[in-house]
């Protein structure tokens, strides 16, 4: 019993990543082949080659982001996403989504921004209880008006193991320790439930 017990946890071992990565893999590439639907009937690959070719969305959405990356990198891109910024604006309902979702985009996928960079361990949800965090950037507005001049940091605490909950929380900077890891090697810890150790990275 012993050594059957001992084959099929090595079994699970094995199977297990495999089946929620291939899982993870298809919903992915499911998802990015609905991009297909906006070629023209006679252009699906589907049509083209008589038979359904999963991945053609991934490849279409990559060239997408490019093509759009590229023009709006150059002068006139620039003042055509400006415009269309200042339209959009002026939409009501519209202007609140578009504004809410877009500083958060730009915060977090901008190359000048601080947004998830760091991996922090703090004490939460009460003291001499540690977790990691992320640091997201600096508490502003009219917020800062009541922390009283201290240094603060604005920081995501993760749940496990979906990391995609999780709380904002805005802590004295000499109260978050920076830690020598990446910010994947500190996501895989929290999703692994500390199974995962992480490495140390130089900084």
């Known amino acids: 019993m012993h050594a059957l017990r001992k084959w099929l946890l090595a079994g699970l071992l094995v199977i297990v990543p495999v089946a929620i990565t291939l899982a993870v893999l298809r919903w992915v590439i499911d998802t990015l082949d609905q991009t297909l639907l906006i070629l023209p009937a006679d252009w699906q690959p589907d049509r083209v080659f008589g038979i359904h070719i999963p991945g053609f969305g991934v490849v279409l959405t990559l060239a997408i982001l490019l093509v759009v990356g590229a023009a709006a990198s150059n002068f006139i891109g620039k003042k055509l996403v400006g415009l269309g910024d200042r339209v959009v604006s002026r939409i009501p309902v519209v202007r609140g ?107």
């Open 97 to 203: 989504i578009y504004s809410s979702v877009k500083q958060v985009s730009d915060t977090l996928f901008s190359e000048s921004g601080n947004a998830f960079r760091t991996a922090v361990l703090v004490q939460w949800p009460r003291a001499d209880v540690w977790t990691i965090g992320f640091v997201t950037g600096t508490p502003g507005g009219d917020v800062v008006n009541y922390l009283h001049g201290e240094d603060y940091l604005s920081v995501y605490v993760p749940t496990t193991p979906n990391p995609t909950g999780g709380y904002f929380v805005m802590l004295r900077k000499s109260d978050c320790i920076e830690l020598k890891m990446s910010v994947d090697d500190a996501l895989k810890y929290v999703v692994s439930m500390g199974v995962v150790s992480p490495g140390i990275t130089n900084r």
